[in-house]
C-alpha cells in the first residue's frame, strides 16, 4: 500500500533503489515497533546516503513491514502518518525519497505485499516501473535479502537496525551503512 505521495507521476523506468525503512533509514530495535511519528529517529549518515544515491541517478522507493498494525498496536491510519512523516523529515534534511509503500499485514495474513513476498515492489513497479537490470534492495533483515532472491534483484545487507538477526551464511554484499553502500554502488551518470 502507498503511503506517499499521495498522487504519483508515472514516469519512464528507471534503476531503483529499494530500501528497508526501520534500522536502515530509522534507528530500530528487535521487538520494538514505530508507532508514533515521533519516534522516527533519522540515522545522521541517512541524508547523505539518499543525496549521493539520488545523485548516482537512482529512484528512492522506501518498502517496509509494518505488521504492528496487524498486531493492533497502531490504526492503519497512523501507520500512513509515520511513513509521511519519514518523507517529510527526510525532505527536510534535503534528502526526498521518490516513494514510500507499506504492508500492513501481519506474517499470518498471507498477504503478497509483506517482505520477503515481493508485492510492493511490484506495486511501485505498477505506479512508476524500475530498470530492473540495475535496481537492488538495501535492508538489515534476512527478509530483505530474501525479498531481492524474490524480485530477481541485487540485495544488499546494511550493519545498522538488527542485521545481526539475518546471520552469516546470506551470502549478500555487507555496508557498514547506508552510506558507505551508496558509496560503493555504481554511477549510473558516471562518464
Ligand atoms: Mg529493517
Ligand atoms: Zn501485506
Not at 528497508?20 to 540515522?43: F, M, W
Not at 505488521?67 to 523529515?89: D, E, Q, T
Amino acid at each position: 500500500m502507498r503511503a506517499w505521495p499521495a498522487r504519483l507521476v508515472r514516469r519512464a523506468p528507471r534503476p531503483t533503489a529499494f530500501l528497508d525503512r526501520d534500522g536502515v533509514l530509522n534507528h530500530n530495535r528487535a521487538g520494538s515497533y514505530v508507532t508514533e511519528p515521533g519516534q522516527l529517529k533519522i540515522y545522521a549518515a541517512v541524508p547523505a546516503a539518499l543525496r549521493l544515491l539520488a545523485r548516482k541517478g537512482y529512484r528512492l522507493v522506501v518498502v517496509t513491514n509494518q505488521s504492528a498494525v496487524a498486531r493492533g498496536y497502531m490504526p492503519l491510519a497512523r501507520a500512513k502518518a509515520i511513513n509521511r512523516r519519514l518523507a517529510a523529515l527526510l525532505k527536510a534534511a534535503g534528502a526526498g525519497v521518490d516513494a514510500v509503500y507499506f504492508c500492513p499485514h501481519g506474517p499470518a495474513g498471507g498477504c503478497r505485499c509483506r517482505k520477503p513476498e515481493p508485492g510492493l515492489i511490484e506495486e511501485a513497479n505498477r505506479d512508476c516501473p524500475a530498470d530492473m537490470a540495475g535496481s537492488f534492495v538495501a535492508g538489515d533483515k534476512r527478509s530483505d535479502l530474501e525479498l531481492g532472491r524474490k524480485a530477481g534483484l541485487k540485495a544488499f545487507l546494511v550493519r545498522t537496525g538488527q542485521w545481526r538477526s539475518a546471520g552469516k551464511a546470506h551470502g549478500a554484499r555487507e555496508f557498514s551503512n547506508l552510506l558507505a553502500l551508496a558509496r560503493a554502488v555504481p554511477d549510473l551518470k558516471g562518464k
